[in-house]
């Protein structure tokens, strides 16, 4: 038998207009709209005649492939038309997950988001004067109440860029430009994401000076280094690890001190930047930004989206004048925020200012206690039914994350889950595929699911998906 020449089977593919009159999409063109199903179909066309091209397809396998064409147009059409950053249910009981966006927004986070966003606003418009205002007020105000106390007189000014990683390099470029900058050699962190304060220095033109070891650093270290060049100490919190053994970091009081001596201000990188007393949920050793600006501290940086529970946003709070010079500084401009954020922001420290924590999602899960837990995973776990899928409950621990120490952590009870004929990471995948997905975390052959990070309203969609695992 001849091979049916290419062209031949590229004959046998249908139109484009065609496939838009074919009974079996009818229904898609009607629910979605001709011009939608035509972009699908043309994939789909596309996709066939390189695969003809490529000689991958015989004269029988096209025709199957023609007889499959609605379906696959469906298809090709449902992935289209359906969003690709969707809701998790986030098992692994780590409270500020970057990968999973950080930290959920509060309910009324979002409605001020919608009410300031879905309409015209005075953000940039000073409603007593009838003309033009700054867009910083609106969340500088709250600030003040928040982390003015007598201590740190005079009042603290806070201006809002894009991250934490972008309110470095405009610190570093507004107050260091062609100077030096001297850091902790202990304190050269990299943050998940390539942020690396020595690059993020160089690209701010500022010139990095390294005192220390890796291990041990003492303020006359820093002390020895000033010279006329020098206009700026930076401390960075060291987010991602920790250095034990024969360790030796001044205290920040020490570099308050020879910051004032000096006349050199000192800015610390916060990065978690909690606006609350962690101690209060049993973390310990973790400063709050409160903390850095009574200690002296001239200029705190920190996220919107970490231990504060706002939005992604970075933070720049401290003395009056030099944040200033950041506001005029045109960087400023290019790092500004909209107004989305301004809005979550302005309703997320509205809760601080209420002293309304629980209406922090954050908050409210550091504080969950054990017992909460364990008494909602029992409840889970006797909605399903006893089969080859094992759930236990079982000891833990629930990571705060988001740049908080690799230390700060709370006790929780876990829903450990083990299936006959599924290995973990198979079982781990199932959860994945389940809409919404569940994400949890695999631990020696077993599947740990921590409700500390599920929402309670969330309970019955996981006892629904461990009914459903395939068996
Ligand atoms: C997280 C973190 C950053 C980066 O902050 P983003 O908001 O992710 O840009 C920088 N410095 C420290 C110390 C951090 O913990």
């Known amino acids: 038998m001849k091979a049916v020449s290419k062209a031949e089977l590229y004959r046998r ?42 000689g991958a397809l015989q004269e029988n396998q096209v025709a199957l492939a023609v007889s499959g064409l609605a379906g696959a147009i469906e298809a090709q059409l449902r992935h289209d038309v359906s969003f690709s950053l969707k809701a998790v249910i986030n098992a692994s009981g780590v409270i500020l997950h970057t990968n999973l966006g950080r930290a959920p927004l509060s309910g009324l986070a979002l409605e001020h988001v919608q009410a300031a966003s879905a309409a015209y606003s005075n953000l940039e418009y000073d409603l007593g004067t009838g003309e033009r205002g700054k867009r910083d007020v609106h969340v500088d105000r709250l600030f003040k109440k928040l982390l003015s106390s007598s201590e740190s007189s005079p009042q603290v000014s806070t201006i809002v860029v894009n991250n934490n990683a972008a309110a470095v390099l405009l610190a570093l470029n507004s107050l260091a430009e062609g100077a030096e900058v001297i850091v902790s050699r202990g304190e050269l962190v990299e943050i998940g994401g390539s942020f690396r304060i020595p690059d993020v220095m160089a690209k701010s033109n500022a010139i990095l000076r390294e005192v220390g070891t890796t291990n041990r650093t003492r303020v006359s270290d820093y002390e020895r280094a000033i010279n006329e060049k020098t206009k700026l100490l ?100 290019a790092l500004r925020v909209d107004k989305m954020i301004y809005a979550a922001l302005e309703a997320t420290l509205m809760a601080y200012v209420k002293r309304n924590y629980d209406h922090v999602p954050v908050l409210r899960m550091m504080g969950l206690s054990k017992q909460a837990i364990e008494s909602r995973a029992e409840a889970v776990a006797a909605a399903v039914p006893k089969s080859k899928l094992r759930l236990e409950i079982v000891d833990g621990e629930s990571v705060i994350g988001g740049g908080s120490a690799p ?47 599920v929402f309670p309203e969330q309970d019955a969609t996981l006892i629904e998906a461990f009914r459903n695992i395939p068996e």
């Open 13 to 54: 593919l249908p139109s484009v207009d065609e496939l838009l009159h074919a009974e079996e999409l009818a229904e898609s063109v009607s629910r979605e709209g001709q011009a939608s199903v035509a972009d699908a179909a043309r994939l789909v066309l596309a996709r066939l005649r390189e695969e003809i091209s490529a």
């Open 234 to 333: 930076l401390r960075v919190h060291r987010s991602n690890f920790e250095i034990t053994g024969f360790t030796e970091q001044p205290a920040l009081a020490e570099l308050v001190a020879l910051s004032r001596k000096r006349s050199i201000p000192l800015m610390e990188d916060l990065g978690s930047g909690a606006l609350f007393d962690l101690q209060t949920v049993g973390v310990r050793g973790e400063a709050g930004v409160l903390d850095s600006l009574r200690a002296g501290v001239d200029v705190v940086t920190y996220s919107g989206d970490k231990l504060l529970g706002g939005p992604q946003a970075g933070l720049l709070s401290g003395r009056a004048d030099l944040i200033a010079r950041m506001r005029s500084n045109s960087l400023f401009r």
């Open 407 to 453: 230390s700060a952590v709370v006790p929780t009870r876990l829903l450990a889950l083990t299936c006959q004929d599924l290995s973990a990471d198979e079982l781990a995948g199932c959860l994945r595929a389940n809409n919404p997905s569940i994400i949890a975390r695999v631990e020696q052959g077993r599947v740990l699911l921590d409700l500390r990070t």
